[in-house]
């Protein structure tokens, strides 16, 4: 006979990856946001949108030019994504990045 135990309930990548997000210091949601637009993760972006990043306007610190989620989904031809970005999250297809010597 079994004891009754709690039963082991996985949760859906979106649930886990929100919870996530709502731990991660800016740092850490740059780094997110930067590797969600660079695979094309769009479960990933949409958990940390949920979570209250501003996934349209934070600039990933990869490189000096500090890029928008949408330049480097855009680079990435990650399009799902970038069409996503503009059109869920707000993010400006005009905006430029902050590199002042490019």
Request: positive net charge; charged residues 25%; proline residues 3%.
């Amino acid at each position: 006979r079994r004891k009754n135990r709690p039963r082991f309930r996985a949760e859906k990548p979106a649930v886990v990856l929100a919870h996530r997000a709502l731990r991660l210091d800016a740092a850490g949601q740059r780094d997110e946001v930067h590797a969600a637009a660079v695979a094309g993760d769009g479960v990933r972006m949409a958990a940390l949108a949920g979570a209250g990043v501003d996934v349209a306007k934070l600039r990933a610190p990869v490189s000096s030019a500090g890029w928008s989620a949408l330049l480097l989904a855009s680079l990435h031809g990650k399009a799902a994504l970038a069409q996503r970005l503009l059109g869920e999250w707000g993010a400006d297809a005009n905006e430029a990045d902050s590199c002042s010597s490019c």
